[in-house]
T-cell receptor, first 113, second 111 residues
C-alpha cells in the first residue's frame, strides 16, 4: 500500500512569512495527526483529526497555526506568521482508527531565516 | 498518558541482540506500550506494541515486566540498518494518539 505522502519535502522562508504543508494519508485511514519535531527531540502532537473533525488540538499554537481536513481525506497545516522557533520537521501520520498504530510520512523540513 | 524514560544512547555489535529498555512506572491499566523507530531523515516507523503479554513479530520482540512498569525491546540480530532512534511510548487506546514521544534511545549498530 502507498504510504503517507507529504509535500513539500523542504521549505525555507523568512520570519513573518506564511507557509502551508500538505498531507495525503493512507487510503481509508480515518485518523490523521500532525506532529512537530524540533531537532534532537521526539515528535510533539499538534492536532489530531477523526475523519474531518478535530479530536485534540490542545498543543496547537492557535494564534499562528491552523489545520483543516476537508472531506476527511487530505489535510493542510498552515503557519501564519512564522517565527524562528517554528523551524522543525512537520510530520503527518494516519491510522485506520484511533486505537491502531500510526503510519508516518517522511515530513516537511521547515527552516525559518 | 504516562511518561517514559529511556537511556539516551546505546551501542550494539552487528549480529548481536540489541536490548533497549524503557521505564514506564506510572503506566495505568488501559495503557499499551508502543515502540517506534526513526531512521535519519525519515518519519517514525511502527515496530510493535503490547499490553501485558510478551509480543513478537517479524521485526522485534517486546518483553513487558509482570508489574508493567518497564519493558524491553529486543532486536534479535541487529544489522547496520537498525541504527536509528527508538521511541517507547505509552498510549491509552481509549484516547489513542494523545501519547507523548520522549527523546528516545539512539541505537548505533557497529560492524
Amino acid at each position: 500500500e502507498a504510504g503517507v505522502a507529504q509535500s513539500p519535502r523542504y521549505k525555507i522562508i523568512e520570519k513573518r512569512q506564511s507557509v502551508a504543508f500538505w498531507c495525503n494519508p493512507i487510503s481509508g485511514h480515518a485518523t490523521l495527526y500532525w506532529y512537530q519535531q524540533i531537532l534532537g527531540q521526539g515528535p510533539k502532537l499538534l492536532i489530531q483529526f477523526q475523519n474531518n473533525g478535530v479530536v485534540d488540538d490542545s498543543q496547537l499554537p492557535k494564534d499562528r497555526f491552523s489545520a483543516e481536513r476537508l472531506k476527511g481525506v487530505d489535510s493542510t497545516l498552515k503557519i501564519q506568521p512564522a517565527k524562528l522557533e517554528d523551524s522543525a520537521v512537520y510530520l503527518c501520520a494516519s491510522s485506520l482508527s484511533r486505537e491502531l498504530p500510526q503510519h508516518f510520512g517522511d515530513g516537511t523540513r521547515l527552516s525559518i531565516l | 498518558d504516562a511518561k517514559t524514560t529511556q537511556p539516551p544512547s546505546m551501542d550494539c555489535a552487528e549480529g548481536r541482540a540489541a536490548n533497549l529498555p524503557c521505564n514506564h512506572s506510572t503506566i495505568s491499566g488501559n495503557e499499551y506500550v508502543y515502540w517506534y523507530r526513526q531512521i535519519h531523515s525519515q518519519g517514525p516507523q511502527y515496530i510493535i506494541h503490547g499490553l501485558k503479554n510478551n509480543e513478537t513479530n517479524e521485526m522485534a520482540s517486546l518483553i513487558i515486566t509482570e508489574d508493567r512498569k518497564s519493558s524491553t525491546l529486543i532486536l534479535p540480530h541487529a544489522t547496520l540498518r537498525d541504527t536509528a532512534v527508538y521511541y517507547c511510548i505509552v498510549r491509552s487506546n481509549t484516547n489513542a494518539g494523545k501519547s507523548t514521544f520522549g527523546d528516545g534511545t539512539t541505537l548505533t549498530v557497529k560492524p
